[in-house]
């Protein structure tokens, strides 16, 4: 049996109170990885990717160069893997509030990975328009052509059910 709570009346501190503990589980497993990809994406923007010659000290006292050791490609790699898991992760719980907002009552009971599906697509824009601004080949027409197509994706992906 589902419940059904009229989402005008429930503050946003409230809403833990209608979520069971998949959802909960959701929430906490995104916001884990969220906060580990941005650390991650901390610590390898400040050791690699300010200048190409970067060099670090390890806790024996030498200085070891991280550009020299990670080639240009890998580098490039781990930085868009760091920024796609921290933007996807990071943007589950928007997408949680926002579902329970504006969707039917039984939207989780239907479709378990909306929220996955909904992060995945804000990662993926950040990581496009990241490579491109890399590239010097972003603009913000192709921004929002971007913004439009996993729009119309995700509105596709919503019909079906």
């Keep these: 049996m589902v ?36 650390l991650g994406l901390y ?17 024996q006292g030498e200085r070891i160069c991280l550009a020299q050791e990670t080639p240009q490609i890998l580098s490039l790699l781990f930085l868009l893997i760091f920024m796609f898991l921290g933007t996807s992760a990071g943007t589950i719980p928007f997408a949680m509030y926002l579902n329970y907002r504006f969707a039917k009552a039984d939207w989780f009971e239907k ?26 080949s972003f603009n913000w027409a192709i921004a929002l052509a971007l913004i439009g197509i996993f ?7 919503l019909t079906r059910e």
Excluded: H
């Design 111 to 136: 479709d378990k990975f909306r929220l996955a599906r909904q992060g995945a697509w804000v990662g993926l824009w950040c990581v496009s328009t990241a490579y491109l601004q890399l590239m010097r």
């Design 43 to 59: 610590y390898f923007w400040n050791n690699v990717c300010p200048s190409w010659n970067t060099s670090v000290t390890t806790s």
């Design 3 to 38: 419940k059904v709570y009229d989402v005008n009346k429930i503050p946003l501190y409230a809403i833990e109170k209608i979520m069971d503990s998949k959802q909960k589980w959701w929430l906490f497993i995104s916001t884990t990885m969220a906060w580990a990809s941005f």
């Design 151 to 157: 729009v119309l994706l995700e509105i596709f992906l």
